[in-house]
């Protein structure tokens, strides 16, 4: 490995494992809680220690509509939060109605992740399908993962440590009694990976949803270099994203190799349903079908033609709502 490889190699790395939010040192005070949720909580995880932020929907009554940004009634408030643009290129809103609560038990309790990068305030995309979950009588719990949004956390580590602060969540809310024996989780791309891992340690998972996910992160590095910095993607040699692996070792005491969705699906019983857009251009259709092949049994799928990265929740918004609709009543047991 020449100079230049382990020089490259050491910059990917701190860019590997660097908070997306700058290292927040506190969450704020107060707690933001926009529409949709009704409850926000802070819970400490670790070690290494960070605060994880949570927002709760409790089952309530939703009409959801997708809207072109043009038809959001010239209210882009809370509401009406901007959603990825379309396949074609269409930018989307989600018409968010709120009705009553629903009497009884929630039929189960949900967790939903958002992606690298993203927090359950800054990116919407989430919103739409948690409230329609809501609707169909779930509990739904979106938490920002360490370094993320609103929660603290020196790095991150794609779901070396953000799967056991998410098994200490379940515990948390299961000590609350907001939720059964058994939980589901929804993942959207790193947090499809931090889902499958954390199904592999615990047993209360009663079925993951990852869309978009990662089959390793080692092999789908090149692809998430190239899709994010296209202009300096020629750089980074296989040598250098190597080197990159052993910096963050250093830094951590973990190894990245060991972040693989396809590894870990081959671990846990739960059922698990794959989502991904057949046009992704970040994390490729491929990388879906390491994981399926890695554990056919009990693994389904929802590809979607046309679709990119993100899209699918504006553009294909009934499919998927009901898609997760239909599998978490089966995971859960129905009414």
Same mark, same amino acid.
């Given at each position: ?47 290494? =220690?960070?605060?994880? $932020?949570?927002?709760?929907? =409790? ?8 809207? *072109? ?70 509990? $739904? ?62 047993? *209360? ?19 998430? $270099? ?49 989502? =991904? ?17 890695? *554990? ?30 239909? =599998? ?8």
């Amino acid at each position: 490995m020449g100079v230049f490889d382990n020089i490259i190699g050491g910059i990917v790395g701190r860019k590997l494992l660097a908070a997306p939010n700058g290292g927040r040192k506190k969450p704020a005070d107060p707690l933001p809680r926009p529409v949709p949720f009704d409850h926000v909580t802070a819970f400490e995880v670790g070690p290494p =220690h960070a605060t994880l $932020v949570c927002w709760t929907l =409790h089952p309530r009554r939703w009409t959801v509509r997708i809207v *072109r940004e043009r038809e959001a009634r010239g209210r882009p408030d809370e509401h009406h939060p901007p959603l990825p643009p379309s396949a074609s290129g269409e930018n989307l809103r989600a018409e968010l109605v709120p009705g009553d609560l629903i009497d009884g038990p929630a039929r189960g309790t949900v967790f939903m992740l958002h992606g690298w990068r993203d927090s359950v305030l800054e990116k919407a995309y989430l919103r739409p399908l948690a409230c329609a979950l809501a609707d169909a009588g779930f509990r $739904v719990v979106l938490p920002d993962m360490r370094g993320h949004g609103q929660s603290t956390g020196e790095f991150i580590t794609y779901g070396l440590l953000e799967r056991w602060d998410l098994i200490r969540l379940i515990d948390a809310f299961r000590t609350n009694e907001l939720a059964g024996e058994r939980v589901a989780l929804f993942g959207f791309s790193y947090g499809g990976n931090v889902s499958l891992l954390a199904a592999a340690e615990d047993r *209360r998972i009663a079925g993951v949803i990852a869309a978009s996910a990662p089959h390793n992160l080692r092999a789908v590095l090149p692809a998430s $270099v190239k899709a994010f910095k296209p202009r300096l993607s020629w750089l980074v040699s296989d040598a250098a994203l190597d080197q990159s692996f052993l910096t963050a070792r250093k830094r951590t005491g973990l190894d990245l190799y060991e972040s693989s969705a396809e590894r870990a699906i081959k671990r846990t019983d739960a059922p698990v349903l794959l989502v =991904h857009g057949e046009r992704d251009e970040k994390i490729p259709l491929a990388a879906s079908h390491r994981i399926r092949a890695s *554990r056919p049994a009990g693994t389904s799928t929802l590809y979607l033609p046309g679709e990119m990265h993100s899209s699918y929740f504006g553009g294909r918004f009934p499919l998927l709502r009901d898609s997760c609709i239909d =599998h978490l009543g089966e995971w859960f047991g129905k009414n």
